[in-house]
């Protein structure tokens, strides 16, 4: 089987050798970098499966390396988890906007970083293209709608911002408009990460996976997905 290329990129030491010794196993090969320099050309040359990215680099920030790693240089597939320190709105928003793949806070919960390296490098969900988007949404469960957004959606799934916080696994109904249309639809979805929010004033953040879609309305959302603007592509 072929071992699963896991790039930790951090400038601290102490914060390397946690990582190394959680991740030390037989199926990963891990590399580190200690700049955001590093870490880009890294990614060039060794095109890592995962990078485990940390916000505070030293000369280039972590959302803006994972932005020029998605779209620059065209490594769409290739997961990234920014591992930070802070976690308020605009930290939170920065990575988002980043089109990072996971986000995970220091001091580190052993179980949950391995869950979320795991889950990434076994995912199939996020496959297909995702485009940015800024749908006003509810979220149904046991028929109680909350307020949400849709922050970027594909055939298959979306991620929301959501205004409580729920359980991965959780299965929930998404009422919104499709992208560009009057059209309503409601999807039913399972939660397959969240990032729950920190405070009274937060939001969870949701990736949620589609489930026994309508086929007519997933044609016409595949229209309008194959025909938005390559900009919006994340």
């Known amino acids: 089987m072929e071992k699963r290329k896991i790039l930790l990129a951090d400038n601290t030491e102490l914060f390397l050798e946690m990582e190394r010794s959680y991740l030390n196993r ?22 890592p499966h995962l990078i485990l990215l940390s916000f505070s680099m030293p000369d280039i920030p972590g959302d803006v390396i994972c932005t020029t790693i998605k779209k620059d240089l065209g490594f769409s597939n290739t997961k990234v988890v920014i591992v930070t320190d802070e976690y308020g709105e605009e ?22 970083l391995l869950e979320t390296v795991q889950k990434l490098l ?20 046991e028929r109680v ?13 979306c991620r929301i911002t959501a205004e409580e916080s729920l359980e991965k696994g959780t299965i929930i109904g998404v009422g919104f408009n499709l992208p560009d249309t009057e059209q309503p ?5 399972i939660i397959r990460w969240a990032v729950p929010h920190r405070g009274d004033e937060g939001h969870s953040i949701l990736g949620v996976q589609f489930k026994d879609t309508p086929g007519s309305e997933l044609e016409i959302l595949q229209d309008i997905l194959a025909s938005m603007p390559t900009s919006s592509r994340l």
């Not at 970098?33 to 095109?47: M, Y």
């Not at 928003?93 to 793949?101: L, P, T, V």
């Not at 076994?122 to 469960?141: I, M, N, S, W």
């Not at 709608?145 to 799934?157: F, K």
């Open 145 to 157: 709608g909350v307020p949400g957004t849709i922050l970027d959606i594909s055939e298959i799934g």
């Open 122 to 141: 076994g995912e199939t969900f996020r496959q297909k293209p995702r485009f940015r988007v800024h749908l006003p949404c509810a979220v149904y469960l």
């Open 185 to 189: 639809v409601n999807w039913k979805g």
């Open 26 to 47: 037989e199926n990963f090969d891990l590399h580190t970098a200690r700049t955001g320099k590093e870490a880009l050309d890294k990614s060039l040359s060794w095109q």
């Open 91 to 112: 930290i939170l928003a920065r990575c988002i906007d980043a089109g990072c793949d996971g986000i995970v806070t220091r001091p580190f919960n052993k179980e949950k």
